[in-house]
């Protein structure tokens, strides 16, 4: 589960973790909109003191968005100004009016006294502030228009003005209107503007450069931390078109469309995109000198390797090899160490897919810290840890490993990696079953505030790791009984992560995997068998493994066990040794159902020494608890005891609910057992101390709602109350047991052979 | 207006009486075209009135009765006729506004058009020139023809009453096309057709517009002769050359013998399955006929380019430039023979003059592009065929060109996918099967290579390299038995063609052939194509030392091998069926293709 998502590995518009827009010069020019916020400013500035100074602020919080959104209708923006401070909409109002139905003098005039905002010995605005700069931008701008473009300004403006008091006309008239003659002429008028309002909806008019690139870094962004914030694949990608057909040259937009074609996983439009785009980017990178011919290089490869990313993103293992392997010998070529460093990081993961890979990934990291790319060194690092850890290495060093990495990332702020690591580190507590840990290192994710948010704005919520987190969260609820709580908490990952995004496989296989969990439980075992299809096909591992353990509990032992035994090969090739125990243990359950104890025996043993090689803590007690089930079934119940004491504390203190009923349904049944043996007292005294564990047992198994389990310990404490005397006691428990008895179907394994 | 729209509907229904594809009656069909050339320069619409009278100008002249009456004024006309002519003449002049302006409120189909299309031609005039002031870079593909909305909504109102004809559904189409409402155009120009099927202005819209086979099946097309124009067309634009080939021999063999257009349009069709030979002789003998044509001689210089006929591009160039040098056409001539002279800055400038007279001339950007290669400028390269990209999607030489780029800058995975987009546009074409081919094998993957190189040879191998590198290919992974095999196709190809003295690789494969028999213990074989060795410089010596190898052992096992008497070239296991067939199944390539 740990996992390091290979996207995160490189991405043009981002530098060691940072998203850069791309910085062009200045490109912007007047529009009536514009003009109207020209105006706002003038008028602010002529109000100054009267302002209160609620409404100041409310305005200047209103300001910044204006400046750089795209241009909107007067209506809205007067509605909007209106909103801080009626008073000013209304002289900004007048002051238009008086322009558009003025003459062309009037505006000529307008921007004459603009400038003189500027002078004075105390000017009303500093030449370098955002307000100054937006200024002396637009004088510029004016000042550069040729005599017909001015009277077209003009025109434009009159236009803008005159569609606003025609909605505003048309708002009233709607009332009153009854005639059909004049429905008519409506129905013409609404006809001609028909296209042009759909337009308006989604853009209103072109965007200026700089509103397309404040645009497309927004939702670059967005979609990097938090797709749902982000617009619509659909209706993003409309923009984009719109935007490419009024400047086709405007290549980020191209790379914005890769990446939301990535959304909707479509190769062919992502692919068309990428290459679009770099072609594009070729051109940029060669027109701009400074850059001069290494520029263009650069683009060349990372092209190549975009390209790679891409196919490896969509499951095309050997197309992206070869593409890697372009960028490769590209970068070679031109020695460019840090693009190959890259493609260094993304050979491993390809590589991953075929054979592990340690070496190069050590190289990697090694040579990604002497070039200084800290991001790609902690990613590697954290890659590394992974594998380490599936490998079986020191738990000791690997938490060493990614603190020294947490380090570095605090040091340079990358916000994203830490989130990473305590996704990683939650993975790795649960992996070695330690689940505590894992809680509170998913609660501290969930609960730290991230980084980026400081800066930005933007709660990066919509990674990977929250995922992860979220979904680990969910599975150890649902352990402990708490379904409602797990349930909640798959909602809100549903909403986080839409079906159709990117990490939404995770928590489908975890939805799934707690829901298959509870039929097996309630002994639905059809359901069980319903969910395995959808598991499969998430993850084929786990599906095959679900359906064996469905087989089993439908008594269809040898299916079970041919498909155990390919599984357990599988799985020792592809050395996923946590899959490997947990097989083992399957095939032992499967022999002592047989009452083949002894054949169980050594298998048990293997996987026991199996999970103390890898410090898989929790799958080692859980084998411990089969292997003392068996020697109880042998007829060594104080062996059995003995044994007990080691898994018994682990167990309840991170064991599932259901998983700790078992033990001390275990503990109280070798109780009896070697009770056999003592004085009548003792014996008495035992069989009093498993009746208080069988209880315990009978708490546990009522919070997962393990109907089966809770009438075998029911059955088992009646006897006891029988034994003790203690007939009351002993017909309740017998009552509650018919209750029971008669809801469940009886199965054929006698009582006290069954363990689980 | 009841009385025009009937007018033109009894107009129209007298000239649709020759229909189907029916040219028995020639002389009707003539009267027919003279008319409409008539009509068609009375309403402004010049192109399709030159198409018209070029047409009709290939038939046989008729006899004085038997020319068309003068068209019939209605009381409308009248009225309009003063407007209408002072009109006119401000529109031949291009003062459209003026035009529109003394036309407006008249009722007469005839100068109703003239004064919607003045306005149509106002506005489009006007968008030109504002594009070269426009605000700012985002806002010019923002400039557009102010007046098409508001002749849009007049325009729909007279089509749902009905009261448009011919020429008015055209310019109602015209104007949906410009405003981006493709399929709402396509029907109008379907029924402008139906209305007024002489009128070839609407008919080539309906070629622009449609994109693939599947679309023209689904229209419905009225039954007349001019349908068998727009058929022979639309097959040549959507690269369907072979229907469209029969299609303008019919056309032909109906009496249209003469006619400049049809010859034209054939040798643009040879031009486009690249029949070199005889697309040469037919642009040949139009010139003769119309030698002061401009159309269409870009694809004669392409040709001729080509071909490298120096003499022949440099006459063209002169001449054209004599005629008229600020032609896109002639720009684009004169471009080719810079090219062809290695002078490849002037011939990127004399392109890039052709766009500024025409910025939606495509091939003048391929070309462009290919000019930048040339001079070893890929960045340049790249932006002009993204460029030619951009106004045509379809245009397979610019995606062909990004491919060469790519691959000039040795990167050759990421060219396979502008190859396999020009493969897919082109999928007969074994230049981009051959180049595919090569950038699998430079990616070493052998099976995917061969698999096009022997599609590139089974849809007909232009360059005649394919079967050799298809051999190479064999001989590395050792199967030598098909490596023998390509080679002997490939000499047959290349013998049955007559043209040996350019194909070096003649001698290699005669080479190998040699040897693979000499290995199979066919002396005979071995000893035939070892003497063809000896006819080539660089493999005499072997050929030679073979050859006296051969003798030996002959001599030596004389008596042995007296058993084996296969043909020459075709061994017995190589000979059953070895001819392509022409349907190959698809091109089953393992990797992904977007």
């Known amino acids: 589960m740990a996992s390091v998502h290979e996207s995160l590995y490189f991405n043009p518009m981002l530098t060691n973790g940072v998203v850069h827009a791309n910085v062009f010069g200045v490109r912007d020019w007047v529009t009536p909109h514009k003009m109207a916020l020209l105006v706002l400013l003038s008028e602010l500035g002529r109000a100054g003191a009267q302002l209160g100074l609620l409404e100041r602020r409310r305005l200047n919080r209103l300001l910044l968005p204006l400046l750089q959104g795209p241009d909107m209708a007067l209506s809205r923006l007067r509605k909007a100004i209106e909103e801080c401070c009626p008073h000013l909409a209304g002289s900004v ?107 308006e909806i989604a853009c209103s008019g072109p965007l200026s450069q700089k509103q397309a690139e404040y645009f497309l870094s927004q939702q670059a962004s967005l979609l990097k931390n938090d797709e749902t914030k982000a617009l619509a694949p659909a209706s993003l990608q409309k923009e984009l078109n ?23 996983q479509d190769v ?43 196919h490896c993103r969509f499951g095309h293992y050997q197309q992206a090899e070869l593409a890697l392997q372009e960028a490769i010998r590209i970068a070679q070529e031109s020695n460019d160490h840090v693009c190959l460093q890259h493609c260094l990081s993304w050979l491993y993961i390809l590589e991953q897919k075929i054979f592990d890979s340690c070496v190069l990934l050590e190289h990697s990291v090694n040579k990604s810290l002497h070039f200084g790319l800290p991001y790609l060194a902690s990613l590697g690092i954290q890659s590394l840890v992974q594998q380490r850890a599936f490998a079986g290495k020191a738990a000791n060093k690997l938490m060493d490993a990614l603190k020294d990495s947490d380090l570095l990332h605090w040091k340079h702020s990358l916000s994203e990696l830490i989130d990473i690591s305590i996704a990683q580190k939650t993975a790795i507590w649960r992996l070695y079953g330690r689940s505590t840990m894992a809680l509170q290192q998913a609660q501290t994710l969930l609960s730290m505030n991230s980084l980026e948010a400081v800066n930005v704005g933007v709660q990066q919520n919509n990674t990977e790791s929250f995922a992860v987190v979220l979904c680990h969260l969910a599975e150890l609820h649902a352990e402990q009984g708490y379904f409602a709580a797990a349930s909640e908490i798959l909602k809100h990952l549903k909403e986080r992560f839409p079906p159709n995004s990117q990490h939404a496989q995770l928590w489908m296989l975890f939805d799934q995997k707690i829901q298959f969990e509870r039929a097996m439980n309630d002994g639905r075992y059809h359901v069980a068998d319903s969910l395995v299809a959808g598991i499969t096909a998430l993850n084929s591992i786990e599906g095959v493994y679900r359906k064996a353990i469905v087989l089993k509990a439908q008594n269809q032992m040898s299916e079970a066990h041919k498909l155990l035994q390919k599984l357990l090969i599988h799985c020792q090739k592809i050395k ?42 929790y799958l080692a007690s859980e084998t411990v608890l089969n292997l003392a089930f068996s020697q109880l079934i042998l007829g060594i119940p104080e062996q059995a005891l003995n044994i007990l004491h080691m898994a018994i504390e682990p167990v309840l203190a991170h064991g599932a609910v259901l998983d700790k009923g078992c033990a001390m349904f275990l503990v109280a049944k070798c109780q009896v057992a070697s009770a056999a043996s003592y004085t009548p007292q003792k014996k008495t005294e035992a069989l009093e101390s498993a009746i208080l564990n069988l209880n315990e047992a009978k708490t546990y198994f009522a919070k997962v709602d393990c109907k089966e389990q809770l009438r075998d310990v029911l059955y088992f404490q009646a006897r006891l109350f029988h034994t003790l005397g203690k007939t009351q006691e002993r017909n309740k428990c017998a009552m509650l047991f018919r209750q029971l008895h008669q809801e469940l179907p009886a199965h054929g394994v006698p009582l006290i052979n069954a363990f689980k | 207006a009841m009385i025009g729209r009937a007018g033109a509907m009894a107009a129209a229904a007298a000239m649709v009486a020759v229909g189907g594809g029916d040219f028995s009656d020639l002389r009707e069909i003539k009267k027919q075209l003279l008319s409409v050339a008539e009509r068609s320069r009375e309403r402004g619409l010049q192109h399709s009135g030159k198409w018209a009278a070029e047409l009709a100008f290939a038939l046989e002249p008729l006899p004085l009765s038997e020319l068309p009456p003068p068209p019939v004024l209605t009381e409308e006309d009248a ?6 002519t002072l009109a006119k003449s401000y529109f031949d002049l291009k003062e459209y506004d003026r035009a529109a302006y003394f036309l407006r409120g008249c009722k007469s189909q005839k100068a109703y058009f003239l004064y919607m299309y003045s306005r149509y031609l106002s506005g489009e005039k006007k968008k030109d020139d504002e594009t070269v002031d426009s605000l ?60 007024l099927p002489l009128h070839w202005g609407a008919w080539l819209e309906l070629c622009n517009l449609i994109t693939d086979k599947e679309m023209l099946k689904f229209l419905s097309l009225p039954d007349t002769w001019m349908k068998e124009f727009f058929l022979a067309h639309i097959y040549t634009e959507l690269q369907l050359i072979e229907e469209a080939l029969q299609k303008y021999q019919s056309l032909i063999d109906a009496g249209f013998s003469k006619s400049t257009y049809i010859i034209s349009q054939i040798a643009v069709a040879y031009h486009n399955i690249r029949d070199i030979d005889k697309a040469l002789s037919i642009f040949n003998e139009l ?26 591009l440099s006459y063209l160039a002169h001449n054209l430039c004599e005629i008229d040098k600020y032609r896109v056409e002639t720009c684009c001539v004169i471009g080719n023979y810079y090219s062809l002279r290695s002078q490849h800055e002037k011939a990127a400038l004399y392109f890039q003059r052709a766009l500024k007279l025409n910025p939606r001339y495509l091939g003048a950007w391929t070309l462009m592009g290919h000019e930048y290669m040339e001079m070893k400028n890929t960045s340049a390269a790249i932006q002009a065929y993204r460029h030619a990209i951009e106004v045509n999607k379809r245009d397979y030489r610019a995606w062909y060109g990004l491919g060469q780029t790519y691959e000039i800058l040795k990167m050759p995975f990421y060219c396979l996918y502008y190859y396999r987009r020009a493969h897919q546009l082109r999928p007969n074409d074994s230049r981009m099967l051959v180049a595919l081919g090569e950038c699998y094998e430079k990616l070493n993957q052998l099976v995917e290579a061969k698999k096009c190189y022997w599609r590139a040879y089974a849809v007909g191998d232009v360059e005649k390299m394919a079967l050799v590198k298809l051999a190479k290919l064999h001989e590395q992974l050792n199967e030598s038995e098909q490596a023998a095999q390509c080679y002997i196709k490939y000499i047959q190809d290349i013998y049955s063609c007559g043209e040996v003295v350019e194909h070096l690789e003649v001698s290699t494969a005669f080479r190998y052939l040699a040897q693979y028999y000499f290995k199979c213990k066919l002396w005979d074989e071995a000893s035939a194509c070892a003497q063809k060795c000896c006819a080539f410089n660089d493999t005499r010596e072997e050929g030679k030392a073979l050859l006296r190898q051969i003798l030996q052992l002959r001599n030596q096992g004389e008596t042995s091998s007296t058993d084996v008497a296969a043909p020459f070239f075709l061994p017995a296991s190589l000979s059953a069926n070895n001819t392509p067939t022409r349907r190959v199944s698809p091109l089953n390539l393992s990797s992904v293709t977007p």
Request: glycine share 4%.
């Open chain 1, 93 to 199: 109002h007048i002051r238009l009016k008086l322009m558009a139905e003025g003459e062309l003098k009037d505006m000529e005039q307008f921007f004459d006294d603009l400038s003189d905002s500027f002078s004075g010995t105390e000017p009303e605005v500093h030449k370098t502030s955002v307000v100054g700069l937006f200024l002396r931008h637009m004088i510029l701008a004016y000042n550069k228009l040729s005599f017909s473009q001015v009277y077209k300004l003009y025109t434009a403006l009159q236009q803008y003005f005159q569609k606003d008091e025609k909605k505003n006309g048309a708002d009233e008239n709607e009332m009153e209107l009854t005639n059909p003659e004049e429905l008519d002429g409506k129905m013409e008028k609404e006809e001609l503007d028909g296209p042009l309002r759909e337009e």
């Open chain 1, 242 to 264: 719109n935007l490419l057909k009024f400047n086709p040259d405007f290549a980020e937009a191209h790379y914005l469309s890769y990446l939301n074609s990535l959304r909707v």
């Open chain 1, 268 to 310: 062919f439009s992502s692919t068309h995109s990428l290459l679009h785009y770099f072609d594009r980017l070729i051109l940029t990178g060669a027109e701009s000198k400074s850059n001069g011919d290494e520029g263009y290089g650069r683009s060349l490869r990372y092209a190549a390797l975009n390209l790679a990313a891409l």
């Open chain 1, 576 to 617: 996923n040794t946590e899959m490997v125990i947990s097989v083992l243990l399957s095939i032992a359950e499967l022999y002592w159902r047989s009452s083949c104890h002894t054949i169980a025996l050594p298998v048990l043993l293997q996987a026991l020494a199996l999970a103390r090689e890898y410090s898989l803590q």
């Open chain 2, 79 to 84: 009225r309009d006729l003063d407007a209408y």
């Open chain 2, 136 to 195: 700012g870079p985002l806002e010019k593909g923002q400039v557009k023809n102010e007046a098409l909305r508001e002749l849009r909504v007049e325009l729909s109102k007279k089509h749902k009453a009905q009261e448009l004809d011919g020429f008015g559904l055209y310019l109602y189409g015209v104007v949906l096309r410009k405003l981006d409402l493709v399929k709402e155009a396509i029907d109008v120009f379907v029924e402008a057709a139906h209305v």
């Open chain 2, 287 to 312: 010139r003769k006929q119309d030698p002061y044509r401009i159309e269409n001689m870009d694809t004669f210089s392409n040709l001729l380019y080509v071909r490298s006929m120096k003499p022949e």
